[in-house]
């Protein structure tokens, strides 16, 4: 008797929203133990740690050529001129590629360009890894760099796949990963670099490449969250010829001489080429960068602070490795080895993955704003005393460790920054647009701290190196950066939810002006002013053509207007004293704030709510028991999400910011079908709407021999209507088999390893379904 092979396939049809995981396989005949929240944490969980992979070999591809970076005019036969653009080939893909590629995975799946990035990664490490001359490294380290955008790609995932409660660490992690994989992996490549052939390199990058790859092909699920519209081809030609006009000059400025032509001219070229891609993208429908949207405070200041920590986080890069490896006769240098410096810069990798999580608790707890000051302060404080600890390995080891702790409250803030202030539809083109402006930081810093160590350096047997003024004036610059990203976050919006509002009001005649108005009854802080301005939103979205009204205290009306396209509005205020801003706006309930006008400007925001809505409960249709931790999603005529929330412990779900309109709500629970029905709503109340769930149809059953003996090891395979086979089974030593949570209703059972026996099951979603089968040995 032959064993029987092990195979299975998922298949079948499902609907919109489910996912051919929810389709369990199972062995012997228990219940498989572990329940259904612990089986999608663990999957949530292996996406995580896969996207945090995928950065960190992305992460492990830039600093591979670190350790031999002085060696390449040699290995490559060429000036140190030209084997420069070994490292600014893969500069300028990536800051090109990481806008372009978020885009694109909003337009036509994350996945599938997190996927296209690693390709391109692994394509150009071959190519490189096949050649020594400098036209194919140059070449294959550009195709590299294309998979820069496979971080904020992963970010958008995670937004698009997370509940709510575990979105913020793992964001942190995954905005981490590219510290954390420079970290380690530069270790790594100074010992491959001194045991082994440079080339390994690049075979070492691209197995890591097809690695990631294949793990994301097993775990990470495709988002279904698509905007309408199509790529705009001649915005993403606008944007790379801006940012090679800017970036080129930046990292070949110390070679051409800042004041040259050829430098200037790029400047200047670049600066016309912004304009003009600029007034473009505004006119266009569906542009690569939302202008408005990345014009939003706080965006914009995140975008600017993101600017100054990639100017921080390489200054050490460059300068704590060359102080470990100069030798210890010019009287600073510590002598010791490539590997040895990569050890010491470990641990802020090991820093930065450890804070992440608690990042994101001081993100829940304070708003992510917090996070990023006091990483940015942790930052400066690390680069200030590090000016005086650089005279021993140890006092290196504490200064990588503090600094790594601040980068790493840093950069996991940075994403849910930039996620809290954009459309769910642009999340991808908003991260690559943050992580773009890290690169520039570090641009900047590469042509800052270059020049800075060129132009102060001393004669040691015959070589010009840097000074250990030079080194401190270089942390010194970094010092003043993180401050600098300080500043900025300050006046990053702290706005809190309407109930921590109400139970954190200011005292009268105290600054709020980070803190809109949204039904709020006490005073609003005033400066001395002649005039009110502000804008009137629903959320972070303008309201266009809302009304505003200025009342006094004798109910008279003072000023009236009505908000732009932005939602901008503005009073001017004839006299002093107290009055009550009123703003109102269709499908929206009216909010009034109390304000004193005095001689000054006073900023104000009016944030409305919707009064349309939908509510409801999500119940088991068997049971009739409320359904906790339920998604569920609304999509409009097209298609697209709109909103989306999880089912509380009582089943009830509320979507309270949804414009009038006609909808499709859906909701899917673990071990229950899924369910989608039409709802309108209204323009002036909010709608209640339950949905009832179908358990999801489940059968087991026992395989027997004509003796009646059970049989184990059998293989049982779930078929469809068509043939398809979409779960298989096999028997455990008690002859028994199990299928559960399979979403349809007529199915074939077939048992082999003898003759083949079949059998006809209708799946009713309610308990489990019996089927028996007998096997009998094949007749010759």
Known sequence: MSQPQTAARTAGRVAAGDRPSAVAEHGGGGDGGGGERAAERGRGGAMVAVLAFSGIVVAVMQTLLVPIIAELPRLLSTSPANATWVMTSTLLAGAVATPIMGRLGDLFGKRRMLLTSLALMVAGSLVAALSSELVPVVAGRALQGFAMGAIPLGISIMRDELPPQRLGSAMGLMSSSIGIGGALGLPGAALVAQHADWHALFYTSAGLGVLSMLLTVLVVPESGSRPGGRFDILGALGLTAGLISLLLPVTKGDQWGWGSPRTLGFFAGAAVIFVLWALMELRVDSPLVDLRTTARRQVLLTNLASVMIGVAF????????????????????????????????????????????????????????????????????????????????????????????????????????????VPVTETGAANGLNALARSVGTSVSSAVVGMVLARMTTSFGGTELPTMNGFRATFLIATAASLGGLAMTFFLPARKRAAAASAQQPAAGRPDADQPAAGRSETVAVRPHSGVAGRVLSGDRPIEGAA?????????????????????????????????????????????????????????????TCAAGLHGTVRDA??????????????????????????????????????????????????????????????????RHDLALEPAGAVTGTVRGNDGRTLDDIRVSLMDRTGNVIAVSYTGRDGAYAFKDVAGAEYTLVASGYAPVTAPVTLTGHGLDSVDLKLSHQRS
């Open 548 to 608: 505003v009204t200025l009342i006094d205290a004798q109910g008279r009306q003072v000023a009236h207007t009505v908000g732009d396209a932005g939602g901008r509005y503005t009073l001017d205020v004839p006299e002093t004293g107290r009055f009550l801003l009123v703003g109102s706006a269709t499908g929206h309930r009216p909010e009034a704030a109390p304000l004193t006008v005095g001689a000054g400007p006073i900023e104000l925001d009016l944030v409305l």
């Open 314 to 421: 390489y200054a050490m890069s460059v300068v704590l490795p060359q102080v470990m490896e100069l030798p210890t006769g010019t009287g600073y240098g510590l002598g010791t080895s490539l590997v040895v410096a990569g050890l010491a810069m470990a641990p802020m990798g090991v820093a930065m993955m450890l804070v992440s999580p608690l990042s994101a608790r001081l993100s829940a707890a304070r708003g992510p704003k917090t996070s990023l000051m006091l990483g940015l302060v942790i930052i400066a404080t690390g680069y200030g005393a590090g000016i005086f600890l650089m005279g021993a390995l140890w006092q290196i080891l504490i200064t990588v460790t503090v600094i790594g702790i601040g980068i790493g409250f840093a950069y996991s803030a940075l994403p849910a920054l930039i996620i809290a202030a």
């Open 622 to 687: 068997a049971a009739g028991t409320p359904l906790p931790d339920a998604t569920v999603v609304v999509t409009d005529a097209g298609g697209e999400v709109v909103a989306s929330a999880a089912s509380g412990d009582g089943g009830g779900f509320e979507l309270p910011e949804l414009p009038p309109g006609g909808y499709t709500l859906a909701a899917r629970a673990a071990r229950h079908r899924p369910s989608a029905v039409p709802v309108t709503v209204p323009a002036d109340t909010g709608t």
